[in-house]
């Protein structure tokens, strides 16, 4: 039980006042999965709405993108006021400058669609409460840190995981057809048929 406490206050302090506001250097974001088509692609920002991105396979064509974009350059915010967690996975934003004058900060928040199973990031202006923490790890790869076990009965919770439930699928949102990075909601694939597990691995460039 004592772990649970300092993950709250985190939390907490992490929505209320902590500001994401150290900036790392740039880097790509590729993609390493089984599936051959999927596996070395980066990912692009693909406009999905006013000032609104996706994030779309560079390579892949589809609807709404027949040929290749090239590769966005990211950024990971973390915060001044959070102190580096024993296992590295430090908390933060994914940020991307939308290329506009001045571009606009922008950062990466889950969409929710609560008829299917997986959620679309997409790139919003600024942050705020629906921006989503995320971690890299050790190897670079991009996670979501979960402390409540949803697999037992009743869940148990305490014991902080790292997830990697990223998938490439073809997606529809706002009228845009992309092939694009999803995360999975629950220990399952994307219903969407064709999609591919992948991990999201971070290269400074
Ligand atoms: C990330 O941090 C930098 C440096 O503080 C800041 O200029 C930028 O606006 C931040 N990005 C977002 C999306 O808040
Ligand atoms: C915490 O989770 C990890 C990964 O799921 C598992 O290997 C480990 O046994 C768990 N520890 C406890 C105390 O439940």
């Not at 039980?1 to 206050?9: A, H, R, S, W």
């Not at 590769?71 to 967690?85: K, L, V």
């Not at 971690?135 to 902080?160: E, I, M, R």
């Amino acid at each position: 039980m004592k772990l649970i406490l300092p993950t709250i206050t985190l939390a907490l302090s992490a929505l209320t006042s902590a500001q994401y506001d150290v900036e790392s250097k740039s880097f790509r974001l590729i993609l390493s999965s089984k599936d051959t088509k999927v596996n070395g692609q980066t990912l692009s920002a693909c406009h999905t709405g006013a000032a609104i991105e996706s994030l779309c396979l560079s390579g892949t064509p589809s609807t709404s993108k027949p040929d290749p974009i090239a590769a966005a350059t990211f950024r990971f915010n973390t915060s001044s006021n959070i102190e580096t967690p024993a296992d590295g996975n430090v908390p933060g934003i994914l940020t991307y400058k939308l290329n506009a004058s001045p571009p606009i900060p922008s950062s990466l928040e889950f969409f929710y669609d609560p008829t299917t199973n997986y959620a679309l990031p997409l790139l919003f202006p600024g942050q705020g409460a629906d921006t989503q923490t995320l971690a890299f790890d050790k190897k670079n790869l991009l996670n979501v840190q979960g402390y409540v076990n949803y697999k037992t009965s009743p869940p148990t919770a305490g014991n902080t995981t790292a997830y990697y439930r990223w998938y490439s699928c073809s997606t529809y949102f706002s009228g845009y057809q992309y092939v694009n990075l999803v995360w999975a909601l629950g220990d399952a694939k994307p219903e969407t048929p064709g999609c591919a597990k992948v991990d999201v691995k971070r290269v400074f460039i």
